[in-house]
């Protein structure tokens, strides 16, 4: 503790008001370190990154309260653990590094410096909704298996590469082609994006809980393992029973009705959003008319 104090102090007296010598060429590396730091703070939004990131300012806070309260043996452990937990964080993060590094050659440097995207908080339209809960029960008469992931903020492009390219816009009588049997892509999950299936045939994480009921097969094992490594949701249809199931943050919800499914859907289409835009615009209209 009385080394960091040091520390601190020397700091201090470093960038005390009479050593400022601030140069031009310090105002261009202030803006690039902070230009680097929203990109990265924007990308790890969208990834695991950001649930690992919560973690370790867990363990950080608990590792400042240790050297606090002078905890001299967790201090010693933290010191000689650190070096291997940065080693394995990068193990960790292995596919979205991959995948960080593949997109930043991909684009144009100085289009992503001088354009900025607009954020868009409204994810499906109701046409989606009804068509994704119409196909879900028209499989279910007839106990066609079906898994279906709807994206939200995590990004699940490394399990979209597992799969076919799709790229369609969502309707009921496609989501029934495709998990229809003995046809090239009924095999695996679709991942859903905004109105659109964007690939088919996909692998999904199975998960490891044990407390999952043994009746259940590998679609629900797999709808399960995706809802707790993301924050998609899952619709399930058993090919067993013919009972309609969703997933959401590492949770089964069995046996649904058509409004349950409606509901649960609705729960992450941001309608808020979307109604708020049609007021404005109705409003909009009205003035125009007068």
Known sequence: MDMILERLSSMVETFSLRSFNIRWEDIVEVIII??????????????????????????????LLAVFFKMHTIVWIVQNVLSLAVIAVIVVLQPELRHALEELGRKSFITNV??????????????TVNDLVKASFEMGKVKTGALMVIEQNVLLTEYERTGIEVDGLISSQ?????????????????????????????????????????ELGTRHRAGIGISEVTDALTIIVSEETGHVSVT????????????????????IQNKEVEENKKRRLWKGRAKDEK
């Open 174 to 214: 496609l989501i029934i082609n495709i998990f229809e049997h003995n046809t090239p892509l009924h095999d695996g999950a679709v991942i859903i994006r905004g109105n659109r299936i964007v690939s088919a045939t996909c692998y999904l994480p199975l998960s490891d809980n044990m407390g999952i009921s043994k």
């Open 34 to 63: 902070s230009f680097l730091l929203y990109q990265i703070m924007a990308w790890a939004k969208h990834t695991k990154v950001w649930l690992l990131m919560k973690g370790i300012m867990i363990i950080m806070a608990f590792i």
């Open 248 to 267: 959401y943050e590492g949770k089964l919800y069995r046996n649904l009705d058509a409004n349950g499914l409606r509901e649960k859907i609705s729960m």
């Open 114 to 127: 001088i354009t900025f995207e607009k954020p868009t908080d409204e994810r499906f339209s109701d046409k």
